[in-house]
């Protein structure tokens, strides 16, 4: 059971919105610590896509956008591609632990 | 341009050990964190512990303490990842990623990842 939860999976159809939360504690997302996001793509290595809550690195589109507020945070996916379908995973600092978490991970589906 | 090249493939028994490698190049290999996440079949992350080659300071996941072995050489750019007595548990994919900056910071450049595979 990871420290950082997020739904098992998401769909949408092509051109929609969807969204992906990931709800921590007070002593990781809850202390302050940064969020950052990362996408795997079926048999490849992660990728950053968002660090340090909401900045998203140099050619990420901007399709990709994300949020943090209180204990949680989330990930927004517009204008949904076939390209998107891939696991999404949180990560965060948890102060209690001592301890860099993930999330247990998104599998979005584009439908 | 900045790139993380792991070794390839291990197949190995319970009990053996093994060292595996992720070499960097295309920046100054002494000055970033690397750091170890493992993916075991169909499941998700786990940070495993990260190392700062410029000084060897070395911090482990309280889940991987005593578990694995992190080191790195500089002279060669290259971080390893070593156990001393492998179990069939260990079976997983193992990433290789340089942080941006901080031991806290994102992971902004992966290896490819190494297969490792432990079965009688």
């Known amino acids: 059971q990871s420290v950082l939860t997020q739904p098992p999976s998401v769909s949408g159809a092509p051109g929609h919105r969807v969204t992906i939360s990931c709800t921590g504690s007070?002593?990781?997302?809850?202390?302050?610590?940064?969020v950052h996001w990362y996408q795997q793509l079926p048999g490849t290595a992660p990728k950053l896509l968002i660090y340090?809550?909401?900045n998203r690195p140099s050619g990420v589109p901007d399709r990709f956008s994300a949020s943090k507020s209180g204990t949680s945070a989330s990930l927004a996916i517009a204008g949904l591609q076939a390209e998107d379908e891939a696991d999404y995973y949180c990560?965060?600092?948890?102060?209690?632990?001592?301890?860099?978490?993930f999330g247990g991970g998104t599998k979005l589906t584009v439908l | 341009e900045v790139q993380l090249v792991q070794s390839g493939t291990e197949v190995k028994k319970p009990g053996e050990s093994l060292k595996i490698s992720c070499k960097g190049s295309?920046?100054?290999?002494?000055?970033?964190?690397i750091g170890w996440v493992r993916q075991m079949p169909g499941k998700g992350l786990e940070w495993m512990g990260i190392?700062?080659?410029?000084?060897?300071?070395?911090r482990y996941s309280p889940s991987f303490q005593g578990q694995v072995t992190i080191s790195a050489d500089n002279s060669v750019s290259t971080a390893y990842l070593q156990w001393g007595s492998l179990k069939a548990s260990d079976t997983a994919i193992y990433y290789c990623?340089?942080?941006?900056?901080?031991?806290?910071?994102?992971?902004?450049?992966w290896g490819r990842g190494t297969l490792v595979t432990v079965s009688s």
């Open positions: 007070s002593s990781n997302i809850g202390a302050g610590h940064d």
């Open positions: 295309g920046y100054r290999f002494s000055s970033y964190w």
């Open positions: 340090v809550n909401t």
């Open positions: 990623a340089r942080l941006t900056s901080g031991s806290h910071s994102p992971q902004e450049y």
């Open positions: 990560q965060s600092y948890d102060s209690s632990l001592n301890d860099v978490v």
């Open positions: 190392i700062y080659p410029g000084d060897s300071d070395t």
